[in-house]
Structures are given as C-alpha cells and as structure tokens.
C-alpha cells in the first residue's frame, strides 16, 4: 500500500507540473504574437535602412577611385582587440536558446584568442553574463533586463560606449551576435559585423532604383545615417532575440508538456499494476486463511 501512495504522489507532482508547463507555453505564445508583429516591422525598417547606406555607399565607391574614406569603412585597420556584443535571455526555461548564443561567443573567443587578438564582452541578458562571470571571464560592459524588455533609449545608450571605444580606436572591430527569430519553430542564429562596414562587396543590381545626392553631399548623408544604422541594429537586435526567446520557450515548455504527459499515462499504468497486485494478494490471503481454518 505504501507503493500505491507513492505512485499517487508521484501522479499529483508531474499532473501539477504539467499544468506550469502548459500554461507558460500559452503566456509565452500571446507574447510571441506580439513580439513577432513588432520584430516584422522593425526587420522591414531595419532593410530599408541598410538598403538606402547600401546604395548611396555604392555611388560613392562608382564616383571614387580610392573608395569610401572614414573610420566606420576602414577594414584594412589591423585588428588587434575587438569587442563582441552579444544578446541572450534573462530567464531560462527556453531549450537551447541561450546555450547556443553563449558557444557562438565561445568559439570566437578561441578564435580570435589563438590569433593574439584581445576581446572585450558586452553582454545584455542575465543568462550570458551570469555564464561568463562564473567562468571568470571579464565583461567589460552588461545590461540586465534590456533583453526582456527592448527600449530604444537604452539600447542607444548600450552601444554608444562600444562605438565610442571603436571611434577613438581602442578597438578595431564590433560584432553583435544574437538568437534571432525564423518562424514559429525556428531560430536562427545571426553574427553581424557591425563595424567597421565593409563595402567591398557591395554590388549595384541592374533593376535597383538609383538615389540622386548631390556629389559634395553623399559622403555628410552617409555619415548622417550610420549613426542611425548602428543604434537600429543594436535595437532591432533585441527585438528579434524577444521573439525568439518566446518561441524557444513555447516550444520548450511544449516538449515539457508532453513530457509529462506521458510520464502521467505510465505511472497511472503502473498504478493499476501495482494495485491489482495488491488486490490479488489480499484475495491469495483471505483464502489461505479460510483453507487453514478447514
């Protein structure tokens, strides 16, 4: 009897735990249509503003043979410390949503560290931080809370310090690094290189509309939208790792539920066995004892 009290103990906790787990996987899928809503409109602008630096940097590299002149378009500066920026959750329970962000970060580290190349961390997210400072890595810069609840204004203030080092160049390099959102079931991890902003690459497609500027203005325009560019990105970056952030833990606390689930069915199974058990050796007792009285 006492393995029957047991296994309803057992059935009470997972039942309960199931009832967490379904009602975070609805709470977190009202914020992900939220936050998928909010991060398609900030991806359009977030387009529309690359596409516009794109194309008035593509007529200054056509207007001039030694290309962009500025310290942002400056890639033959040798690289000797860059600073990595990196996004991740402030709670867990969200699969490997964070782990993934934290090897990413991992493996540039070793990277750049086997090639002599010092690194500054700047973490926004409670999880990343609290991984690096137990691993006893320095974070020169961190951000608790931004994450889980993006604001422009703050957003602008995090990353004016890392553009501030990269302008009076003691850095060389600024990546940003984030879990961004793909669809309902998919993240996609993103690495972007954020400064300096390389424009070799960078080709006019026949069929792209061209932007008139006059000539002694493109370069003041240019230099105009950068800043702007910057800050969206580092903005539009913790809006996508939002959405997926709750998609990660829609889907986690999904599998959990499921999980439960059927760790309810079997220990209700194990349940009637052990019951059935219990019957069937009252009932072989009962009769011995009738027979011994005979």
């Given at each position: 009897m006492a393995n029957l009290k047991e296994i309803q103990r057992k059935?009470?906790?997972?039942?309960?735990?199931?009832?967490?787990?379904?009602?975070m996987k609805l709470v977190s899928t009202a914020k992900l249509r939220r936050a998928e809503e909010l991060a398609k409109r900030s991806s359009l602008y977030a387009k529309k503003l690359n596409e516009v630096i794109s194309k008035i940097a593509t007529s200054i590299k056509d207007n001039h043979e030694g290309g962009i002149e500025g310290l942002?378009?400056?890639?033959?500066?040798?690289?000797?410390?860059?600073?990595?920026?990196?996004?991740?959750?402030?709670?867990?329970?969200?699969?490997?949503?964070?782990?993934?962000?934290?090897?990413?970060?991992?493996?540039?580290?070793?990277?750049?560290?086997?090639?002599?190349?010092?690194?500054?961390?700047?973490?926004?997210?409670?999880?990343?931080?609290?991984?690096?400072?137990?691993?006893?890595?320095?974070?020169?810069?961190?951000?608790?809370?931004?994450?889980?609840?993006?604001?422009?204004?703050?957003?602008?203030?995090?990353?004016?310090?890392?553009?501030?080092?990269?302008?009076?160049?003691?850095?060389?390099?600024?990546?940003?690094?984030?879990?961004?959102?793909?669809?309902?079931i998919t993240q996609e991890l993103k690495v972007n290189q954020l400064l300096p902003i390389d424009v070799s690459n960078i080709e006019r497609k026949d069929n792209d509309p061209t932007i008139e500027i006059e000539a002694y203005n493109e370069e003041v325009v240019l230099e105009a939208l950068l800043k702007k560019y910057i800050e969206y990105n580092m903005y539009y970056a913790l809006i996508d790792s939002l959405a997926a952030e709750h998609s990660a833990r829609m889907q986690a606390m999904d599998s959990a539920?499921?999980?439960?689930?059927?760790?309810?069915?079997?220990?209700?199974?194990?349940?009637?066995?052990?019951?059935?058990?219990?019957?069937?050796?009252?009932?072989?007792?009962?009769?011995?004892?009738?027979?011994?009285?005979?």
């Open positions: 059935i009470k906790s997972v039942s309960g735990t199931q009832k967490t787990t379904r009602a942002y378009f400056d890639t033959t500066r040798a690289v000797k410390r860059v600073a990595i920026v990196f996004v991740t959750a402030d709670k867990g329970l969200c699969g490997g949503f964070n782990s993934q962000t934290i090897k990413t970060v991992n493996r540039l580290l070793k990277d750049y560290e086997s090639k002599n190349i010092a690194v500054d961390l700047h973490a926004v997210g409670k999880k990343g931080f609290e991984y690096f400072k137990y691993n006893k890595r320095d974070i020169k810069n961190h951000a608790i809370g931004l994450s889980a609840s993006p604001d422009y204004d703050k957003a602008v203030h995090f990353i004016a310090s890392v553009v501030e080092d990269f302008s009076n160049k003691r850095v060389d390099k600024v990546v940003l690094i984030h879990n961004g959102y793909k669809n309902m539920t499921n999980n439960a689930k059927e760790m309810v069915k079997g220990l209700k199974i194990k349940f009637n066995k052990a019951r059935q058990e219990s019957i069937t050796t009252e009932l072989i007792e009962i009769i011995s004892g009738v027979e011994s009285m005979k």
